[in-house]
C-alpha cells in the first residue's frame, strides 16, 4: 500500500507494493479524467473500477507495481492494452481490479476534495 504522499509502506492483500504519484497536480487529475471518460463502457461496477484502473495507468499515476498501456493491431482493428504488473488488466482477477480500481477512484476524490475553510479566530 503507499501512503498520501505515495510512499511505499507494505504490501497489500495481493502482494505486492502499491505506491501511486504524489501531490497530484491539476494537469495529472485532468490526464486521468478525459482517460477515464473515454473507456467505453462505465454503466457496470466492474466496467467502471476497470476504467479508473486504466485511466491511472494511462495518466501515469502508478508507480509501482510497473504499468503501461500500448496501442495494438489485429485484424485491421486498434485497441488499447493496459498491462498492469505484467498482466493484461482484462486478464487479472476482477477482486485485483475492483481494489486496484476504488484506490483510484478514492485517490481521484482525495485530490479534488475541497478543504473546508479554518477558522482564523
Known amino acids: 500500500m503507499s501512503n498520501k504522499t505515495g510512499a511505499a509502506t507494505d504490501r497489500d492483500v495481493f502482494g505486492r507494493v502499491w505506491t501511486l504519484k504524489g501531490d497530484l497536480r491539476q494537469r495529472d487529475v485532468a490526464a486521468w479524467n478525459r482517460a477515464y471518460l473515454n473507456h467505453p463502457n462505465r454503466a457496470?461496477?466492474?466496467?467502471?473500477?476497470?476504467?479508473?484502473?486504466?485511466a491511472a495507468i494511462e495518466a501515469g499515476w502508478i508507480q509501482s507495481p510497473p504499468c503501461?498501456?500500448?496501442?495494438?493491431?489485429a485484424d485491421?482493428?486498434?485497441?488499447?492494452?493496459y498491462l498492469f504488473d505484467g498482466v493484461e488488466v482484462d486478464d487479472m482477477l476482477a477482486s485485483e481490479v475492483a481494489f486496484y480500481?476504488?484506490?483510484c477512484n478514492a485517490y481521484y476524490e482525495d485530490a479534488t476534495r475541497i478543504p473546508k475553510a479554518s477558522s482564523s479566530l
Not at 457496470?44 to 486504466?54: C, G, K, S
Not at 485491421?76 to 492494452?81: N, Q
Open 44 to 54: 457496470a461496477l466492474a466496467d467502471e473500477r476497470q476504467a479508473a484502473l486504466q
Open 68 to 73: 503501461s498501456y500500448e496501442d495494438v493491431t
Open 76 to 81: 485491421g482493428k486498434t485497441r488499447r492494452r
Open 101 to 103: 480500481g476504488t484506490l
